[in-house]
């Protein structure tokens, strides 16, 4: 709901913040669609007060979906702390509705398809570059993916990708970096990686994917264990569902930011979800030149040997002589 206010109401508030005064014309974008312009006066208290030369409104931030000054691209509220990496970003978000956020970051999760099946994914950046599980595109290299783009309505609509290029792969941790095709009718819209991997039991998380091809599907839940350890490896347990389709895909905290990639769950059971912690994805990509995927020599040639067998079983062997 925005506030009308009166300018003799304000003119004494504003005289004493003249630091904050005319900060700038800007364009604000409300949730319901709506765009506002005019100056900013003052940002305070979870509002902003503007300026449209006719009237003063309050607008609170909660309402608003991207602020743009005049001249530069549209800035998401809320991302002005964010952290930009390589190929990924972090950034501060506030806490927000498991609601607001699947709206907010939706059009950053993709459906994957190979000729074999489907999976999905998470977009990092405006280059098209996107995570997934490696087993969803093992032993394949015809990638499509769907992506789900917002309209002036504000509605999803789908726009299938081909020639999707595999850039990584990560056997060991069930990671694959994949690269999508730019479009130039379409601005990809990234999601943001978590800064720590400091999530706890108990806290509450969400995850967003294609499972069983239902696309776009989100379920909550909360975080059963952050250390379970499977096969060597350290996974995310979590009681969000968890099926077929949903691998690759982002495990989301309040923030909208990832802590994991989803991946598996335990057959013949419910509520036992696994991802990859986000600490291994960053470590992915930061190095993902040793992960680099080569068409023409897919084979990485690595080889595990096993260890010498002893030859005579009744007899322990004798502790090595110092």
Do not use: W
């Not at 909660?62 to 998401?76: M, N, V, Y």
């Not at 999508?180 to 806290?203: C, H, M, S, T, Y």
């Amino acid at each position: 709901m925005l506030l009308k206010i009166t300018r003799l109401a304000i003119v004494s508030t504003l005289l004493s913040i003249s630091a904050g005064a005319g900060l700038g014309a800007d364009v604000i974008e409300l949730k319901t669609g709506q765009k506002l312009e005019g100056d900013v006066l003052k940002e305070t208290g979870g509002e902003l007060v503007l300026d449209l030369g006719v009237d003063i409104i309050r607008i609170p931030t909660s309402q608003i979906k991207s602020r743009q000054a005049k001249g530069e691209a549209t800035k998401p509220e809320g991302d002005a702390k964010s952290e930009k990496h390589e190929i990924y970003s972090t950034a501060e978000l506030p806490v927000r509705t498991i609601k607001e956020l699947a709206f907010k970051f939706g059009e950053g999760v993709v459906l994957v398809q190979t000729p074999s099946g489907l999976g999905s994914g998470f977009i990092l950046d405006e280059r098209g570059h996107c995570v997934t599980n490696y087993h969803v595109v093992e032993q394949e290299t015809r990638i499509a993916v769907t992506i789900f783009h917002k309209n002036a309505a504000g509605e999803f609509v789908r726009r299938r990708i081909d020639e999707v290029a595999i850039v990584a792969l990560n056997p060991f941790f069930d990671l694959a970096l994949l690269q999508i095709p730019v479009q130039k009718d379409i601005r990809f819209q990234p999601v943001f990686l978590a800064r720590e991997n400091d999530q706890r039991e108990g806290d509450e998380v969400f995850a967003i994917g294609n499972p069983l091809g239902l696309e776009r599907s989100v379920s909550q839940g909360i975080i059963s264990t952050r250390n379970r350890n499977m096969s060597g490896i350290t996974f995310i347990q979590t009681t969000a569902e968890i099926n077929p389709g949903n691998s690759g895909g982002p495990l989301f905290n309040l923030r909208g930011e990832v802590v994991g990639v989803t991946n598996m769950k335990l057959m013949f059971s419910e509520g036992l979800g696994f991802a990859i912690p986000v600490a291994y994805v960053k470590h992915f990509l930061d190095n993902r030149d040793a992960f680099a995927f080569d068409k023409n020599n897919p084979n990485s040639g690595f080889r595990y040997l096993e260890a010498p067998r002893r030859k005579n079983f009744s007899v322990v062997p004798a502790p090595a002589q110092k």
